[in-house]
């Protein structure tokens, strides 16, 4: 049975980076920790083992549980998800012996989740760490720095193992203000290689596994109609600190095409976010975010297009009856363009701007100090916030709608394309507020005239870059070029054809908000 009650409930807020293993190590004897924990720190083996169902039972509900060895003690732990990204409720008990975990924690709603799949708990991960922590003192506030390098394994279904190193850095607060942490956070990341990380040691762990997604998907956020729409800007904020965080590997260290389109998809929610909310604000903090996000995504935009032509331009070209022999060395040139871009995209997002954009992304999340002097319609609920957010932005589109009415040329159009994308992100936001069966027509009608729009759009970039990768080749390049480019306007006048009539029967629709 338990022996004793460590922490129940207790909220966590804790920062963490990760980097690699031969740098995290200098860390502690590096001049920087020895300027700011000039008490030095101890150093002690942390082994853990992490519980869940084969199907993730208690991921989804957004808990984890572990067993960990400390030295003597045994300890078992539950953790939270939190309101944002910093922020976890911890349970801790202290185990007699290991044969009696599970045993409940003191919180019915945990005990009962736990309990509703006892019986199908495994052993999924398990992590075993050298730890070095030190607390400092740091603007009025303690805060506890750790140093964790080790390994982390996870099992599959079938019993097959994966490991890899395991390097973290982490900020926990002991006590005084939370905004002490990001401050230090901001310090250390000027003295230190690191990247912000939201990931878990359990999620760390699993990623190891050959089928792992390390992409993923974006999380819905779970909307209450009786929050407030300043909880929903803080809720979104965290969420699209977390995801940031999360895509960095699948870009950086994976060069996932998937990874540069959903991290530019994220930056492009957070600009979303800022138009929806900034004339309810009078704090800047918001809108240089969002400035700041804008420069990282066209950082990122040429590595996407070049992904898009060689991914599913090129291919369709290639495949058809008249390809020209010389689009194999336009593709040869086409795929080193997209290597420097891929280089300069990396770059970006391995950069100590893009780590401190990120902290300042969780802060703003974490610490609302954008609620200081905002409009009272903050405070109102969400579910009579959204319909007046919506409308102005279906407004807007109508309104560039009428601008570009009778253009002939497919360029002309391209601001109601990008009306309508500002039209999908609050759409997708606030859509959870209202039941799928009224919101699908209207958004399946939407993302109809969306990939219409697209399909114009990629035509027209294709045939831009197909000019960029001829230059300088050669006549039977620019061919080839030229060839691409007739494909691709083939197929936008195609797309083009839809729009009108997609258009039309979108304007008549009523907006699911208003039923």
Same mark, same amino acid.
């Given at each position: 049975m338990a022996k004793d009650l460590l922490d129940q409930g207790r909220i966590e807020f804790e920062l963490k980076f990760t980097g690699s293993p031969a740098q995290l190590a200098a860390l502690p004897a590096s001049?920087?920790?020895?300027?700011?924990?000039?008490?030095?720190?101890?150093?002690e083996r942390l082994s853990s083992t992490y519980y869940d169902t084969m199907d993730g039972a208690l991921a989804a509900r957004g808990l984890s549980l572990r067993l960990r060895e400390e030295?003597?003690?045994?300890?078992?732990?539950?953790?939270?998800?939190?309101?944002?990204?910093?922020?976890?409720?911890?349970?801790e008990t202290l185990l007699t012996r290991a044969s009696d975990f599970p045993v409940t924690m003191g919180d019915e709603d945990v005990d009962r989740r736990i309990a509703d799949c006892c019986d199908r708990l495994r052993p999924l991960a398990k992590?075993?760490?050298?730890?070095?922590? $030190?607390?400092?003192?740091?603007?009025?506030?303690?805060?506890?720095?750790?140093?964790?390098?080790? $390994?982390?394994?996870?099992?599959?279904?079938?019993?097959? $193992?994966?490991?890899?190193?395991?390097?973290?850095?982490e900020l926990e607060l002991v006590s005084g203000d939370p905004a002490a942490v990001f401050d230090f956070a901001r310090l250390l990341v000027a003295n230190a290689p690191l990247r912000f990380s939201t990931t878990s040691k359990l999620e760390a762990a699993l990623a190891r596994l050959p089928d792992a997604d390390r992409v993923g998907k974006t999380a819905r956020l779970d909307l209450d109609p009786e929050m407030t729409a300043g909880e929903v800007l803080a809720m979104s904020l965290s969420a699209c600190a977390a995801r940031a965080a999360a895509l960095q590997g699948a870009l950086v260290d994976l060069r996932r095409p998937e990874g540069v389109h959903q991290m530019r998809v994220v930056l492009r929610r957070l600009r979303a976010m800022e138009r929806i909310y900034r004339r309810y604000l009078r704090s800047n903090e918001i809108e240089d975010l969002a400035a700041r996000a804008k420069t990282f995504a066209s950082a990122l935009g040429p590595a996407r297009?070049?992904?898009?032509?060689?991914?599913?331009?090129?291919?369709?070209?290639?495949? +058809?009856?008249y390809a020209p022999e010389r689009l194999r060395s336009l593709?040869?040139?086409?795929?080193?363009?997209?290597?420097? +871009?891929?280089?300069?995209?990396?770059?970006?997002? $391995? +950069?100590?701007?893009?780590?401190?954009?990120?902290?300042?992304?969780?802060?703003a999340g974490s610490l609302q100090r954008w609620r200081t002097g905002a409009k009272t319609r903050l405070e109102q609920p969400v579910?009579?916030?959204?319909?007046?957010?919506?409308?102005?932005?279906?407004?807007?589109?109508?309104r560039t709608a009428d601008e570009v009415k009778g253009a002939v040329d497919l360029a002309a159009r391209h601001p109601l394309r990008i009306a309508l994308k500002k039209l999908r992100y609050p759409v997708q936001l606030f859509r959870d507020l209202y039941p799928k069966d009224r919101r699908k027509p209207y958004m399946s009608a939407l993302s109809e005239l969306q990939d219409a729009f697209g399909a114009v759009n990629d035509a027209a970039v294709a045939q831009h870059l197909a000019d960029e990768a001829a230059?300088?080749?050669?006549?039977?390049?620019?061919?080839?070029?030229?060839f691409i480019s007739g494909y691709k306007a083939a197929e936008a006048r195609e797309a083009a054809k839809k729009i009108d009539g997609a258009f039309a029967a979108f304007e008549k629709m009523t907006p699911f908000w208003r039923d």
């Amino acid at each position: 049975m338990a022996k004793d009650l460590l922490d129940q409930g207790r909220i966590e807020f804790e920062l963490k980076f990760t980097g690699s293993p031969a740098q995290l190590a200098a860390l502690p004897a590096s001049d920087f920790i020895a300027a700011v924990a000039p008490q030095g720190g101890d150093w002690e083996r942390l082994s853990s083992t992490y519980y869940d169902t084969m199907d993730g039972a208690l991921a989804a509900r957004g808990l984890s549980l572990r067993l960990r060895e400390e030295g003597a003690d045994l300890v078992q732990a539950v953790k939270a998800k939190g309101a944002d990204a910093a922020s976890r409720t911890e349970f801790e008990t202290l185990l007699t012996r290991a044969s009696d975990f599970p045993v409940t924690m003191g919180d019915e709603d945990v005990d009962r989740r736990i309990a509703d799949c006892c019986d199908r708990l495994r052993p999924l991960a398990k992590t075993v760490v050298d730890r070095w922590a $030190s607390v400092i003192r740091f603007k009025g506030a303690e805060i506890e720095i750790a140093v964790d390098l080790g $390994s982390a394994e996870a099992v599959d279904g079938e019993g097959r $193992s994966c490991s890899g190193p395991l390097a973290e850095v982490e900020l926990e607060l002991v006590s005084g203000d939370p905004a002490a942490v990001f401050d230090f956070a901001r310090l250390l990341v000027a003295n230190a290689p690191l990247r912000f990380s939201t990931t878990s040691k359990l999620e760390a762990a699993l990623a190891r596994l050959p089928d792992a997604d390390r992409v993923g998907k974006t999380a819905r956020l779970d909307l209450d109609p009786e929050m407030t729409a300043g909880e929903v800007l803080a809720m979104s904020l965290s969420a699209c600190a977390a995801r940031a965080a999360a895509l960095q590997g699948a870009l950086v260290d994976l060069r996932r095409p998937e990874g540069v389109h959903q991290m530019r998809v994220v930056l492009r929610r957070l600009r979303a976010m800022e138009r929806i909310y900034r004339r309810y604000l009078r704090s800047n903090e918001i809108e240089d975010l969002a400035a700041r996000a804008k420069t990282f995504a066209s950082a990122l935009g040429p590595a996407r297009d070049w992904d898009v032509f060689l991914g599913e331009s090129l291919p369709a070209a290639v495949e +058809s009856d008249y390809a020209p022999e010389r689009l194999r060395s336009l593709k040869a040139r086409a795929e080193a363009a997209r290597a420097e +871009s891929w280089a300069r995209a990396t770059a970006v997002i $391995s +950069s100590p701007d893009f780590t401190r954009f990120l902290i300042d992304l969780t802060a703003a999340g974490s610490l609302q100090r954008w609620r200081t002097g905002a409009k009272t319609r903050l405070e109102q609920p969400v579910i009579e916030f959204a319909p007046r957010a919506l409308d102005r932005a279906l407004k807007k589109t109508f309104r560039t709608a009428d601008e570009v009415k009778g253009a002939v040329d497919l360029a002309a159009r391209h601001p109601l394309r990008i009306a309508l994308k500002k039209l999908r992100y609050p759409v997708q936001l606030f859509r959870d507020l209202y039941p799928k069966d009224r919101r699908k027509p209207y958004m399946s009608a939407l993302s109809e005239l969306q990939d219409a729009f697209g399909a114009v759009n990629d035509a027209a970039v294709a045939q831009h870059l197909a000019d960029e990768a001829a230059a300088g080749g050669g006549e039977g390049a620019m061919r080839a070029a030229g060839f691409i480019s007739g494909y691709k306007a083939a197929e936008a006048r195609e797309a083009a054809k839809k729009i009108d009539g997609a258009f039309a029967a979108f304007e008549k629709m009523t907006p699911f908000w208003r039923d």
